[in-house]
């Protein structure tokens, strides 16, 4: 009982209002923005618009605002796409290779996906040899990991994100 209170409820699809999405789209623009100076952008009152950011953060549909960092002029300028494919999948053993992945250095993004491939891992090195290091001595080491496959990224773009309009 205790962990379904624990919980955080999603909110029902169309449950947000234009308020809501309104003050969404504010924050993923700038999520520093100080409460005031949503609340006049949005155009309600600032004690509504500190309501409705902690409904949106209670309800899991603002789960957090963070910083986007340029890799490259943290000297990681290569950017590459690992698929990984496995031989095994135990539930443990995936459980344990995804929280290995997670903690890579220079691992941006990590996907437990289906289809031919299991995990795909969106990294940011140094340096080509770099890359190979991180392939050679963190990824195909672990003893469930099959094969790996790697694709150079050339350009990244930040998609339009999952707001509606």
């Known amino acids: 009982m205790a962990d379904q209170q624990s919980k955080k409820t ?11 999405l309104a003050i969404l789209a504010a924050l993923v623009e700038d999520g520093r923005m100080t409460n005031a100076a949503l609340a ?3 155009g309600v009152a600032e004690s509504t618009c ?16 963070s ?21 095994s999948h ?11 992945l997670v903690e890579l250095p220079g691992a941006l993004t990590v996907f437990h996906v289906g289809g031919a491939d299991d995990f795909l891992l969106h990294v940011a090195v140094a340096s080509p040899q770099a890359l190979r ?3 050679l001595e963190h990824i195909t080491t672990h003893p469930m990991v099959r094969q790996t496959e ?3 990224v050339f350009e990244v773009r930040e998609g339009r994100g999952a707001l509606p309009g």
């Open 10 to 20: 999603q909110a029902a699809p169309g449950a947000l209002d234009g308020t809501d």
């Open 40 to 42: 006049a952008r949005v």
């Open 50 to 65: 500190a309501y409705r950011v902690r409904a949106l953060r209670e309800s899991g549909v603002l789960t957090s605002i």
């Open 67 to 87: 910083a986007r960092l340029d890799p490259g002029a943290l000297g990681r300028p290569i950017h590459a796409i690992i698929k990984v494919r496995l031989g």
């Open 90 to 100: 135990s539930r443990d053993h995936v459980r344990s290779l995804y929280d290995r």
């Open 133 to 135: 290091d991180l392939i």
């Open 150 to 152: 790697t694709q150079l």
